[in-house]
């Protein structure tokens, strides 16, 4: 069945927890809360990637995460610290982390692959195309499966020859990251060549704002729980398009959503719950 990665952002500014979560001991309450209902992997994050976002100081980033990365996996959850620094990256592993994600895909920092490669930790590949700052003028494809596709297989090779073996490395199309509204339609009807690539997938859809441009005229009218229903929607169509795992913030309306679609699914997508 589809793994949950739900989202634990230990920052003042991101977007989708409106800094509730700041301080270590409500960020490591939220994740236990997020793993009672149903997360298989905790994503610990200190920077804020949204649109014009300012980056932080790996110093900062690491004080904010690392006391959260340590309780999460001393109370036995697979954690994967989201940075896209190699320093952070590299102190998470040691306090506990078992996944780098790096949304850059490995391409922020030059140290992050050869960090990874010696670190015993597997590594989410996400595409990209430039800082949060810039993002958008990056937004120009002739195919945008096909090329993110190329894309990331290009920072498969390049991981590679860093010397992480590709059974560690897991893809993402990077929902929402150079990609206007409707790139990211296009980039989720082609989920399944992102499947063939042959490595697990990750996919990212969580409260969005290509999901709340699809819901109302005004972004702004979508609430946040329409947006998270949004999310179990596209979360399980992901999970039907073969995807290895799903990153969300609502990890109760995913799970529901995975079990019914793994019911309809059958026997191999069925998560074995009797009722
Ligand atoms: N999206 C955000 C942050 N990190 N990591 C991966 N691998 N995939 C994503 O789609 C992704 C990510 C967006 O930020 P948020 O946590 O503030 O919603």
Avoid: C
């Avoid at 030059?110 to 003028?137: E, I, K």
């Avoid at 997938?201 to 704002?209: D, F, H, Q």
């Avoid at 179990?232 to 679609?261: F, I, P």
């Amino acid at each position: 069945m589809t793994l949950i990665m739900g989202v634990v952002n230990v920052t003042p500014d991101s977007f989708s927890d409106g800094g509730r979560y700041v301080d270590a001991d409500a960020a490591v309450a939220h994740g236990l809360q997020l793993r009672a209902q149903g997360a298989d992997i905790l994503d610990v994050g200190g920077e804020s990637t949204r649109p014009g976002a300012e980056r932080v100081s790996p110093e900062v980033e690491q004080e904010r995460v690392l006391p959260v990365v340590r309780a999460l996996a001393e109370a036995g959850v697979v954690v994967s610290i989201d940075t896209m620094n190699a320093s952070t990256a590299a102190a998470a592993v040691e306090a506990g982390a078992r996944i780098v994600n790096d949304v850059s895909g490995g391409m922020a920092d030059p140290a992050m692959l050869a960090t990874v490669a010696s670190a015993a930790a597997d590594v989410v590949l996400q595409h990209w195309r430039g800082h949060s700052a810039d993002m958008y003028a990056s937004a120009v494809y002739d195919d945008v499966v096909a090329d993110v596709v190329g894309e990331l297989a290009a920072r498969i090779e390049a991981a590679a020859a860093a010397g992480i073996d590709p059974s560690r490395v897991i893809v993402d199309p990077g929902i929402g990251f150079g990609k206007r509204g409707e790139q990211n339609w296009e980039t989720l009807r082609g989920l399944d060549r992102f499947v063939e690539m042959g490595q697990r997938v990750l996919i990212g859809t969580s409260r969005k704002r290509f999901l709340a441009e699809a819901l109302a005229e005004d972004p702004a009218d979508a609430s946040e729980a329409r947006r998270d229903l949004a999310t179990a929607v596209t979360s399980a169509l992901a999970a039907q398009a073969g995807v290895w795992a799903v990153r969300v913030h609502d990890v109760a309306a995913t799970r529901d959503a995975l079990v019914v679609a793994g019911r309809w699914a059958g026997a191999d997508g069925s998560d074995g719950r009797e009722g």
